[in-house]
């Protein structure tokens, strides 16, 4: 169809519906769409991203790392959580990738995230829940339970202690540990700011991400994937260019004198060769009233892939309180 007809068809579709009765708005409820659901936020400015899977009177909700990142690595939840009888729902964080990505930098802080997990809890009309909290989601886990542990069945801290000054001192001894031609590489370019570096990045990548963050090789494909999708911007302004240098506005976060005040049942989550100390992850759990750790000795930051069974084995038998 040339243009000119295409015109007049659309004028003359627009004139006969306008001597029509208007239809009644068609309504969504009840409609299935394969467990996602756009959660309202901040008072209907926004909107949050979450996917439900599963069926069961246990619940919980996820909360990815980052900040940024992106639920897509944790899709091997699937595998593990509804075939024992655990439901689980998926949300990305504002900013991330499903949700809604306003350019709005006073809208990432610690404070907002923690309040926006709340808001998502409210809007999937979840009550005595588990929350489950990687990496930076732990961050947010700490805070939620603090500010909100009333609503919370249980909780998971997997691979986040609970201070980031600890954090940079734990992470920079594992970065003595590199060969010292590539730990003076990382210092001539932090030197100048260039932490985008093509040298600088495959050290980064060679060193620290294949070691200490998955040590599969080749990676898992929902790993891969989640990686093209982070919200750069947001990690860099809340955290910094990378692990060794944080710079961001999250870098004096500590609640470490505030895990005392935690009393949710609580399982914390760590692995050997993990960014985060495993001995540290012992020691939160014996600050928190009714906590306990669990330590993988095979696995890294994403131990749920790189030591699996392991990881679910634990996760699933405290969600199920065996």
Not at 45 to 60: F, L, M, N, P
Not at 78 to 98: C, H, K, M, R, V
């Amino acid at each position: 169809m040339r243009r000119r007809q295409f015109v007049l068809s659309a004028s003359a579709a627009a004139a006969a519906s306008c001597s029509r009765p208007p239809r009644a708005p068609v309504s969504s409820a009840g409609l299935r769409t394969g467990g996602s659901r756009m959660i309202p936020i901040d008072g209907g400015k926004y909107r949050a991203w979450t996917k439900r899977a599963g069926e069961s009177d246990i619940k919980v909700l996820l909360l990815h790392g980052g900040p940024g990142f992106n639920h897509m690595y944790l899709e091997c939840m699937e595998d593990f959580l509804p075939q024992a009888g655990i439901e689980f729902y998926y949300y990305d964080q504002l900013g991330s990738t499903f949700s809604d990505n306003p350019d709005d930098n006073s809208l990432w802080t610690i404070e907002r995230f923690r309040d926006e997990a709340e808001q998502v809890r409210q809007g999937l009309g979840l009550e005595q829940f588990y929350l489950y909290g990687h990496s930076w989601g732990g961050m947010l886990a700490y805070e939620y339970a603090l500010k909100y542990g009333t609503h919370l069945k249980g909780l998971v801290i997997s691979d986040m202690v609970a201070s980031i000054p600890y954090y940079v001192q734990y992470v920079n001894k594992l970065r003595q540990q590199f060969p010292p031609d590539a730990v003076a590489t990382l210092q001539k370019y932090e030197a100048k700011s260039d932490f985008e570096a093509p040298e600088y990045q495959k050290i980064i990548f060679d060193q620290l991400y294949t070691k200490h963050l998955c040590r599969l090789n080749p990676w898992p494909e929902p790993v891969d994937r989640a990686f093209k999708f982070v919200n750069q911007k947001i990690y860099n302004y809340m955290q910094g260019p990378n692990e060794f240098v944080i710079s961001g506005t999250m870098k004096n976060w500590d609640r470490t004198r505030d895990l005392k005040d935690i009393r949710p049942r609580t399982l914390v989550m760590g692995a050997r060769y993990d960014t985060m100390d495993p001995l540290e992850m012992q020691r939160i759990a014996q600050a928190m009233p009714n906590a306990r750790a669990v330590i993988s000795e095979r696995g890294s930051h994403l131990a749920l892939y790189d030591d699996q069974d392991w990881y679910f084995g634990e996760l699933i038998r405290f969600l199920k309180q065996v």
